[in-house]
């Protein structure tokens, strides 16, 4: 039996790299909003950062893929470091076999979650049982799809078996890990757990003030060692020019903000703006499972032609990011060499004619006797989107589309023409393709299908090197390219505003969608 061992141990000298270097409330009770900083720590005083966040409704890292407080809550099996690589974490090492197509996880023994129960391997296997059940509806249980079997043959190890080698799942296995001690027999889409998580990351929840804040404490017992932040709130603050305003008058630490508002603070005294890159891309998603564009398939690709990108990166991010036209372009799977449908709105208006679109008299193209119209839906908190959305319905109207923008206070992903959607991982690139773009996978918000991409995602994730996989991801994107499920506008760098005696960031770090990944090494930060 031929065993291909990756050990990898968290020695000493690794637990201190890491403690120098990885759509979807802060305990302060009503009436008390006062959130300022109270910095200092020779006076003994208690550290607290507050951070300007978006809203939350459930925090469950099971169940829901978006939220930046499930690494403060939580912790996994595996960890990202600063530069996006897979470390140990809750499993100290692991080996894989070849022949069987195991991952064996030899766990630490001295982890313990936020009431005080032990970590074992039966937590572990909970967790992935419960992200697989369908009934749960995880938006991440495709990940897990290869999952064939998990054993526990003691408290400290896991043995995971898969159908096919799948190398992002050490990638996956990042999610933070359930107590099953206290959410075992019962429905944990409604359980009160999601709003009193309970996990072993290095923060503890101590409140929440459900649209205000929620309040985190550090976590003595934190198997890294105790942060040296005390609390950390995230106050609701979805209004980027609100958490702008909040910066300058001492209510927030710490917050991500759009580029036209960030650049308020640039050369100011005791700020900090922090440009990171992210592999975060934007597109006008298209929803094929709709009257307009299940019956007009060949719009998608004709219509990225009339989106002028650069001057939306100019514009909207002021050059703080660049034009997109894959999915994988910010890392090492990228194909450089497929169509980009650069601005040519003659080569749109040409395409549209050729494909039977005609001009009508009120200057809007029709075809039998149908209107080439459509509306592109948004969010309410993410102006960033809302001006893209902007200028891309109005390249198109200049070309004769009837294109109009809404802001809608819920997403209604099977009736809405069309999204300005987010997406983008710094990580496996099986990660936001697969579960993105494969046929009724979890996160194909699009109802997109493509019998070739599919065969090309599956390929791919089941091999293991990056020379084996690379040519079968070029081929996905170039198979892409030729039947665009979205128009793919811009990658968008993070833009981070803080108080300067704020330490411990990694500024080089690549972030994920919504620039998620700041907190990687929260345990590590001061003030």
Not at 27 to 32: E, L, M, V, Y
Not at 122 to 147: G, Q, R, W
Request: proline share 4%; charged share 25%; aromatic share 10%.
């Amino acid at each position: 039996m031929k065993k291909k061992i990756l050990t990898l141990l968290l020695a000493a000298s690794m637990a201190a790299s890491l403690l120098a270097g990885c759509g979807s409330k802060d305990d302060k009770a009503k009436g008390d909003t006062d959130t300022k900083t109270e910095a200092v720590d020779k006076s003994g005083e208690e550290k607290t950062l507050v951070y300007g966040s978006g809203d939350y409704t459930n925090i469950n890292p099971a169940l829901y893929e978006h939220g930046e407080i499930n690494s403060l809550i939580f912790a996994g099996m595996t960890a990202h470091d600063a530069e996006d690589k897979v470390v140990p974490a809750l499993a100290e090492s692991w080996e894989w076999d070849e022949a069987s197509k195991t991952y064996t996880f030899h766990l630490r023994k001295d982890v313990t979650f936020h009431d005080g129960e032990t970590f074992t391997s039966a937590d572990v296997k909970f967790t992935l049982d419960t992200i697989m059940n369908p009934d749960n509806a995880s938006e991440i249980a495709s990940n897990y799809e290869d999952i064939t079997g998990i054993e526990t043959p003691d408290d400290s190890t896991v043995k995971i078996t898969l159908k096919a080698p799948n190398v992002a799942m050490l990638d996956y296995l990042t999610i933070g890990i359930l107590p099953k001690h206290l959410l075992e027999g019962k429905d944990i889409v409604t359980d009160d757990f999601n709003r009193n998580p309970v996990g072993c990351g290095p923060y503890k929840l101590v409140s929440w003030d459900e649209g205000q804040s929620i309040t985190l404490e550090k976590f003595d017992d934190f198997y890294l060692g105790a942060p040296k932040i005390d609390k950390v709130v995230f106050k609701i603050v979805e209004d980027t020019q609100a958490r702008a305003l909040q910066l300058k008058s001492g209510e927030l630490d710490l917050a991500q903000v759009t580029p036209k508002d960030a650049k308020q603070f640039e050369g100011e005294d005791g700020f900090v703006v922090d440009v990171m890159k992210t592999a975060d891309y934007r597109g006008i998603l298209y929803n094929f499972g709709s009257e307009f564009f299940g019956r007009h398939r060949e719009l998608p690709n004709i219509l990225s032609y009339a989106i002028d990108r650069q001057s939306i990166v100019d514009s909207v991010l002021l050059g703080h990011g660049e034009a997109a036209y894959s999915p994988l372009q910010m890392g090492p799977y990228n194909n450089p060499d497929i169509e980009k449908y650069e601005f040519d709105p003659e080569k749109a208006k040409q395409l549209l004619e050729e494909n039977g679109w005609k001009m009508g008299d009120d200057g809007y193209y029709e075809k039998d006797g149908e209107q080439l119209a459509f509306t592109i839906s948004n969010g309410q908190a993410d102006q960033v989107r809302i001006d893209m959305s902007n200028i891309c319905a109005q390249n198109l109207q200049d070309i004769g589309v009837n294109c109009k923008v809404e802001v809608t206070a819920e997403t209604d992903w099977a009736n809405q023409d069309a999204y300005l959607i987010g997406w983008g991982s710094p990580f496996d690139p099986d990660d936001h393709t697969y579960k993105v773009f494969g046929t009724d996978k979890g996160a194909n918000y699009s109802s997109y299908s493509n019998a070739k991409v599919d065969e090309l995602l599956q390929q791919a994730r089941e091999l293991e090197t990056q020379e084996e996989r690379l040519p079968l991801y070029k081929e996905f994107q170039a198979e892409l390219s030729k039947d665009l499920p979205y128009t793919f506008i811009a990658y968008i760098d993070a833009m981070y505003v803080s108080k300067d005696n704020i330490t411990g960031l990694t500024k080089d770090t690549v972030l994920g969608h919504h620039g998620v990944g700041i907190f990687w090494n929260i345990y590590d930060w001061d003030m």
